[in-house]
């Protein structure tokens, strides 16, 4: 497996600072997730520009660093917004993703992660709220909090039926250039995987929603980035899923996080301090031949750390590289 950490999107595409990239270095990371949106146009928005690729792969490989995952820009008005919200302008932006995957496999990036959901709503507190282990600040969900805060944006209601067609309509022509292209693609569950968010029904917050996506068009391309956190979050057991999913190759890319709790209430914690026994996760991932990247996803708030939380990253990057040892002495 290839523990990998993600770089926040910077308006300058190559400014991959020198000190985050030598720090990931330091703890033993190999890859890096990036943000797609970087290498675009100043809008986000239009295929990924290859020269503003190449130029950031050559940073990252003075500290023997690879680019393993781009995310494609999630936020509302950029490259695959009409295509989520299902507008005619959709088929314009099909064509960008599609090129943009061309231009990411071609720069030797395997996998590129998406969403699908229109609501970044989370329903969380984060600063002072100190119910992690020793006082650490966690972010904390409550759905109920949800539900009483806000109201429907009328263009972003959609129903079950209206998403899965999107889903369908964006899958049965973005799979093929994926494969064309030898890229992997990664959805990202719902998060929070709640069944209606603020007028959106949230269709894959559930294993039978994920199960749905990756049979709806069947190629190695389509699969997820498995975000234990999220699936742990649904109340289910996610070694078991773990296994389905993995199983079944379906397993692109890799949140590893923990939680207390479960919807409609839950704790985003420490990776040692959650329900979920990480070090039978990591046997699990192994056990089903697993060998993509790898990553920490959130992390706990500690005293006297960065505004980039270098200090819980750090706890987790280390606690993942045992794991990851231990689980390939054990299959030897």
Known sequence: MKLTMGINSNSEFADLPEETLRYYQQLGVTHLKVNAGDYMDANRRGPVQPEKLKAAIEIAKQYDLKIGVALLPQEKGSQHWNIRLGRPERAAEIEDVCRSLQALGEAGVSVVEYVFNLQAVYGVTWQGNTRGRGGAEVIHFDYDRVKAEGAPTPEEEASAEEMWERIEYFLKRVVPAAEAAEVRLACHPNDPP?????????????????????????????????????????????????RYFGSRNKINHVHFRNVRGAVPVYDEVFIDDGKVNMAAAMRAYQEVGYKGTIMPDHTPRVIGDSADLKRGFAFALGYMRALMQAAEVESE
Request: hydrophobic share 45%.
């Open 194 to 242: 709640v069944p209606y968010v603020l007028g959106e029904d949230r269709v894959l917050g559930s294993l039978d929603g994920l199960k749905r996506l990756v049979e709806m068009v069947p190629s190695e391309a389509n699969g997820l980035n498995f975000c234990q956190g999220t699936i742990a979050e649904m109340g289910v057991d996610v070694i078991r899923a773990i």
